[in-house]
């Protein structure tokens, strides 16, 4: 069964033990930051294919770094969407049944006020050293030479994220899937569901009895397996999904003090 309009959504409350959410470039874009793809002005004429994988970083480290700066100072200037909002509403709501996965590098959800969460592809405002791995905050860094030289080996700072033909942080990956595995409700919102892991986690949610809702203005793989789809934006739809989860919070609470 799909349904399209939030008021006949019916959620009980076995669906709200373990929410897990998987959030991707949709809910970014909704706050003005342009997608991976879509950038404007000086850096159109590059690809991020060309600028985001470990051979331009040994090659021309200074273009990576000046592109990832100017990515960094677009997404300082935008603000955390009502989606974002919404999804914080949500972990205050249910402390200790809420988990957020996101695909996004913008600290977005941070700045919403999400102090937990799980950042697949990295954060583009941290930084690693590419020969010793250790991570440095921007202050101990000296962003006048790029790029950055790591206070420890001398070696050159990357931005602390996951670029094309690079792993995922095995770690990260299972303890994606294993709260995937695990979850009573599963929303997807806002990712195009066709790199791993975010292709097969909401799949797994599903396969495993978790409720899986799409909120997404597009059709995507995952489409035909979503129980429920909201074809909005996270903004229309976020707001609204956490005050149904309130009164099911509040009736619940209810019926257990009768
Ligand atoms: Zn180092």
Known sequence: MKLEKIDTLKLRPEHLTNVVVLT???????????????ADGYWSRYRAEDLATPEAFSESPQVVWEWYLARRHLIARANPSPGHFALVEMARLLPGQFTLITQNVDGMHQRAGHSKLLEL???????RCAVCA???????????????ACPVCLGPVRPDVVWFGESLNIAVVEDAFTLARNASLFLAIGTSAVVHPAASLPLVASDNGALLIEVNPEAT??????????????????PSLFRRMRRVVSRNLLVQHV
């Open 134 to 148: 250790r991570r440095h905050s921007d202050d101990t860094l000296n962003f006048q030479n790029l790029p950055p």
């Open 221 to 238: 793989p995952i489409s035909d397996d979503a129980d429920i789809i909201f074809r909005y934006p996270a903004a229309q739809v976020l």
């Open 121 to 127: 592809h990295g954060n583009i405002f941290t930084n």
């Open 24 to 38: 991707g470039s949709g809910i970014s874009a909704e706050s003005g930051i342009p997608t991976f793809r879509n």
